[in-house]
């Protein structure tokens, strides 16, 4: 994976639509002091570079009824993994999947309704072909919650 070499238009420009993707290219263009055609030119490289993965919001999960959160640790089956970790994507309640290193090969971070939800889902995970183990840990309480990626480090 090669990083792409951003100037300081681009962080700036990528600093503001992390705060809010709405910003129309004509807001842009004035809080950054350039031509509304530079921003778009941007914007359209950034995405076609896979910079910019997606426009999204971000959701409260307490406020759309997703009261349980935890992350599930998964030992799995090298000669499987590709094809678990696929499965485990393809879960809706799936919000992060991770592969790792130490004494498990996953960690999935999900959102569920309740404990019978994430039980549910826990059983699920493990009968995905592949998966030898799983452990779940139970969110007690969100401290950060920010997708933001720091472009100033």
């Known amino acids: ?23 129309s290219f004509a807001e842009l263009s004035r809080e950054l002091d350039v031509a509304e055609a530079t921003v778009r030119f941007r914007v359209r490289r950034l995405v076609s570079e896979g910079v910019i993965a997606k426009f999204t919001i971000l959701l409260d999960p307490n406020k759309v009824g997703r009261r349980v ?19 485990l994507i393809a879960f809706a309640e799936t919000m ?16 569920a309704r309740d404990l019978e939800h994430l039980n549910d889902l826990v059983k699920r995970a ?3 072909v592949g998966v030898k183990d ?17 472009l100033n480090l």
């Open 69 to 87: 959160s935890g992350a599930i640790l998964l030992k799995l089956d090298p000669a499987r993994l590709d094809e678990a970790c696929k499965a």
């Open 126 to 128: 493990k009968a995905v």
């Open 134 to 150: 799983a452990r779940v840990s139970i969110a007690t309480q969100f401290l950060k919650f920010d997708p933001f990626v720091s």
């Open 1 to 23: 994976m090669v990083s792409l070499n951003l100037d300081d238009l681009d962080i700036r420009l990528l600093q503001l639509l992390q705060v809010n993707s709405r910003f």
């Open 96 to 111: 992060y999947l991770f592969q790792s290193t130490g004494e498990y090969d996953v960690v999935s971070v999900v959102v």
